[in-house]
């Protein structure tokens, strides 16, 4: 039997309830002679159940089946802010600006906001929390053309929704593009997700209502395991 039909069959036995969280899980040992093939495979199998964030090690008890958390449903094209959907589904939340600092723009994102080479770009950095874990990034690029104070008030953002309000720039979300892939070594420790955990990647369009042109460009990355996406018609 070959380490990835072994692999295969464990994540079906974890996503079926085969194993509880309490009790520990097969010794290396044991699966060797089970499916007859070597220590080291089934080492290798542990390893990458490890990264697909199924199971822990602790030193000198084994390996342990992780708690999954229950995956939080949300709409696949978002009509409200993130605190309003946690709000809606009754889930603490939190949210933290991690980072702010003014950015060179790229010719893509000053073709895509109509900017001139004098106006400054500024990148928001929010982390979004859920029962204290992290579970979204989400990156804002604002301008002082748009925004004249944004160098000052930029560190004090958590919400941009609220902040698009507060100056008459109520603006509504286009998405451009929503693509799935496996997280960077930088979104790894940013959002605490093992290597082979995937994360969706969103990229958006802040629309000013009153005038419909282009405030703002965001980019928000989901933990995979956390959320499922909702089709509505």
């Given at each position: 039997?070959?380490?990835?039909t072994i692999l295969?069959?464990?994540v079906q036995r974890?996503?079926?309830?085969?194993?509880?969280?309490?009790?520990?899980?097969?010794?290396?040992?044991?699966?060797?002679?089970?499916?007859?093939?070597?220590?080291?495979?089934?080492?290798?199998?542990?390893?990458?159940?490890?990264?697909?964030?199924?199971?822990?090690?602790?030193?000198?008890?084994?390996?342990?089946?992780?708690?999954?958390?229950?995956?939080?449903?949300?709409?696949?094209?978002?009509?409200?802010?993130?605190?309003?959907?946690?709000?809606?589904?009754?889930?603490?939340?939190?949210?933290?600006?991690?980072?702010?600092?003014?950015?060179?723009?790229?010719?893509?994102?000053?073709?895509?906001?109509?900017?001139?080479?004098?106006?400054?770009?500024?990148?928001?950095?929010?982390?979004?929390?859920?029962?204290?874990?992290?579970?979204?990034?989400?990156?804002?690029?604002?301008?002082?053309?748009?925004?004249?104070?944004?160098?000052?008030?930029?560190?004090?953002?958590?919400?941009?929704?609220?902040?698009?309000?507060?100056?008459?720039?109520?603006?509504?979300?286009?998405?451009?593009?929503?693509?799935?892939?496996?997280?960077?070594?930088?979104?790894?420790?940013?959002?605490?997700?093992?290597?082979?955990?995937?994360?969706?990647?969103?990229?958006?369009?802040?629309?000013?209502?009153?005038?419909?042109?282009?405030?703002g460009y965001g980019?928000?990355?989901?933990?995979?395991?956390?959320?499922?996406?909702?089709?509505?018609?």
């Amino acid at each position: 039997m070959t380490y990835l039909t072994i692999l295969d069959e464990l994540v079906q036995r974890i996503e079926k309830g085969g194993f509880k969280p309490q009790e520990p899980l097969p010794s290396e040992n044991m699966l060797s002679q089970k499916y007859q093939v070597t220590r080291h495979c089934i080492r290798k199998v542990y390893e990458r159940l490890s990264e697909m964030g199924y199971i822990k090690t602790e030193q000198g008890k084994g390996r342990w089946l992780k708690i999954q958390k229950q995956k939080i449903k949300t709409p696949a094209r978002w009509g409200r802010s993130f605190q309003s959907e946690m709000e809606a589904l009754s889930l603490p939340h939190e949210t933290q600006n991690i980072d702010f600092e003014e950015v060179p723009g790229d010719s893509r994102l000053m073709a895509a906001l109509g900017l001139s080479p004098r106006n400054r770009v500024y990148r928001i950095t929010r982390l979004r929390l859920v029962d204290k874990e992290p579970v979204a990034a989400h990156i804002t690029y604002l301008t002082d053309r748009d925004f004249p104070l944004i160098a000052e008030e930029g560190p004090g953002i958590h919400s941009i929704t609220e902040y698009l309000e507060s100056k008459n720039c109520a603006a509504t979300v286009t998405t451009l593009e929503m693509a799935t892939r496996l997280p960077t070594l930088k979104e790894q420790a940013l959002l605490k997700c093992p290597s082979l955990v995937p994360v969706m990647k969103m990229e958006t369009f802040f629309i000013k209502k009153a005038d419909r042109t282009t405030i703002g460009y965001g980019e928000v990355v989901f933990r995979g395991d956390r959320f499922v996406q909702q089709i509505q018609p």
